[in-house]
């Protein structure tokens, strides 16, 4: 279904509105865009959707149309009344007034809790964010008690093609994507589909989430410290940039990195997330 295209220039001036780039305010507008990034959601007519940062409404609309229940949490106070107006058709849609990083989804979802397995992930995301901010909010949304069933996010060609990256060009956005779940890029978006146009084109990124992390949880943050100490400095190998960023004796990295049965040689973004994971347990298993 394609909806009427919002004149964004026209709101914003209506309502003495500038995009704020220090918040990557770029206003996805064209319909052909926008119907996609609600195709790669899966929206169905039961479900609930978080969207984060919807801006004047031009994608929240789309949700709206097709979902039970649209909660969108936005960081900027000055587009809310723009919003509310273009949103006042669609009862099934309420905002919330925030920073998502300062959020716990379970305070605005309802979630199904089974007897046995806990509470039961009822939403999906959606999200168009800056890059400076993509992996704490992915960590954030995945590490959360009620995990929603999918994310879909729209972000910049080159961080879609990070994130989706396999061994040999891994990085730590990568893998704290991927150790929660399986990305995958499901469509292109150009420049001139947003306003204002941004200098890059944009991709639509769908992550499918596992049953569990592929990191037991009381060791997930010993995981990204280890990483974050592996890819601190890319071009040095892992005996170099683990001992440094870790604190340890180079004896050590080489004993860890020994029963791990990996080369001490090797550069962090050669090994693949299964080989990071028996790293970490080999590292928690020295203490």
């Known amino acids: ?116 397995t806990g509470p039961i992930a009822t939403y999906r995301v959606v999200a168009n964010i800056p890059y400076y901010i993509t992996s704490a909010v992915i960590r954030h949304l995945l590490e959360a008690e009620v995990r929603p069933v999918c994310m879909v996010l729209t972000v910049q060609q080159e961080v879609a093609e990070r994130i989706c990256a396999l061994p040999g060009d891994m990085n730590l956005l990568a893998l704290s994507v991927q150790v929660y779940g399986r990305p995958m890029i499901v469509a292109n978006i150009p420049a001139k589909a947003f306003y204002p146009a941004p200098k890059v084109d944009s991709a639509v990124v769908r992550v499918d989430l596992y049953s569990e992390s592929v990191i037991p949880a009381a060791r997930i943050d010993d995981f990204f410290r280890l990483a974050k100490a592996g890819f601190s400095q890319k071009r040095k190998t892992l005996r170099n940039s683990l001992s440094g960023g870790m604190r340890w004796e180079k004896s050590k990295t080489e004993q860890i990195l020994q029963a791990a049965a990996i080369d001490s040689m090797r550069r962090a973004e050669t090994l693949s997330l299964e080989e990071w994971s028996l790293l970490a347990e080999m590292s928690h298993s020295s203490r």
Do not use: C, H, W
């Open 1 to 116: 279904m394609i909806l009427p295209d919002l004149d964004v220039p026209a709101i914003l001036r209506s309502y003495g509105l500038r995009p704020d780039k220090r918040l990557g305010q770029n206003f996805l507008m064209d319909g052909a865009a926008l119907q996609k990034v609600v195709e790669a959601a899966g929206v169905m007519g039961n479900d609930t959707i978080l969207e984060i940062g919807p801006g004047l409404g031009s994608l929240t609309r789309y949700l709206a149309v097709q979902a039970n229940q649209v909660v969108a949490v936005e960081l900027d106070t000055r587009l809310l009344p723009a919003l509310d107006q273009v949103m006042a058709p669609y009862p099934n849609f309420r905002v919330v007034e925030g920073d998502i990083l300062g959020i716990n989804p379970a305070d605005l979802i309802t979630p199904i809790t089974d007897s046995v």
